[in-house]
């Protein structure tokens, strides 16, 4: 196998995945930093922002716009569902909002497939061929998939960094119970990242979509190796989120090389285990779980 085989095959599949796998566990990351838990709802929200694209297309949007109508939506949803499910257990130990998650990921799992039916769907019809760029060979949704991720990481690391709200959402994920006493509204604060989510799993749905096919199940199957790829990182550190993705990501699309692609998705929770392991804090130290 020469080099540009092994680019071509290997590496550029493996950032495309591993872009998706950070932009849901940057998603994962950003609620436990704010709310203290393990949303493992993630997953199914990521499925329903995949198909609020789709009711879009069929409606005739084009797939920008589409995908502009999945954000709105998948921001409207996590907001919707913070108030009905999430907001009434803070006070209470966050092992009850985590099983509550749970449910709300069976709840929205059953929605998607009374609606749209339990058979694979796509965007579009047809082969998708690559064009060769000095060597390399990429389809125009690989290159719109790392162009929209990559430039949506930059922009909500120069929010976090730079904007008032971002600050102070970074400061109460490190110490919420000195924000609390400066007087910020916490209230703002978790309206602020529930949009963030919204958006991260509308934008992840989408281009798993894109890039595969739309499944009621694609959620569920993302949220291994999206939770790997977050505690790999660090656990609250938005970027180790996206180091973690992208190795976690590499390294499914390397496995076949020793492994059969049957257990390209055992990778994830070899690497799950072994990081708990040998060094629960992630490669960034972050929290434990």
């Known amino acids: 196998m020469d080099f540009l085989t092994f680019i071509n095959f290997f590496i550029i599949p493996g950032l495309i995945v591993g872009a998706i796998y950070a932009s849901g566990a940057i998603a994962i990351n950003l609620l436990f930093g704010v709310l203290r838990f393990a949303n493992l709802a993630i997953g199914d929200m990521i499925t329903l922002g995949a198909y609020w694209a789709l009711m879009a297309k069929v409606l005739g949007a084009p797939l920008w716009l589409a995908l502009i109508c999945s954000i709105v939506l998948s921001a409207m949803c996590a907001l919707l569902l913070d108030k009905l499910f999430y907001a009434y257990l803070r006070p209470k130990p966050r092992i009850m909002m985590v099983m509550a998650s749970l449910g709300v990921a069976f709840m929205i799992r059953a929605v998607v497939q009374v609606i749209w039916g339990v058979d694979p769907l796509s965007y579009s019809t047809g082969i998708s061929r690559p064009e060769r760029y000095a060597g390399l060979l990429l389809k125009d949704r690989e290159l719109w998939t790392l162009a929209v991720i990559v430039s949506v990481f930059v922009g909500l690391f120069s929010y976090l960094k730079f904007s008032k709200w971002g600050k102070a959402l970074l400061a109460y994920a490190n110490n919420p119970e000195l924000v609390s006493l400066c007087g910020v509204s916490v209230t703002r604060l ?50 180790g989120a996206i180091i973690g993705g992208f190795i976690i990501g590499l390294l499914e699309e390397m496995s076949v090389l020793v492994f059969p692609a049957e257990y390209k998705s055992a990778v994830a929770f070899v690497v799950l285990i072994a990081i708990l392991l040998l060094r629960p804090t992630g490669l960034l130290k972050g929290k434990v779980l």
Do not use: D, Q, Y
Request: charged share 10%; with cysteine.
């Open 190 to 239: 978790i309206f602020i990242t529930w949009l963030i989510v919204g958006t991260l799993v509308a934008i992840c749905g989408f281009f798993m979509g894109l890039n595969t096919e739309l499944k009621s199940m694609m959620g569920w199957h993302l949220l291994l190796p999206m939770f790997a790829a977050a505690i790999l990182g660090g656990v609250g550190r938005i970027e």
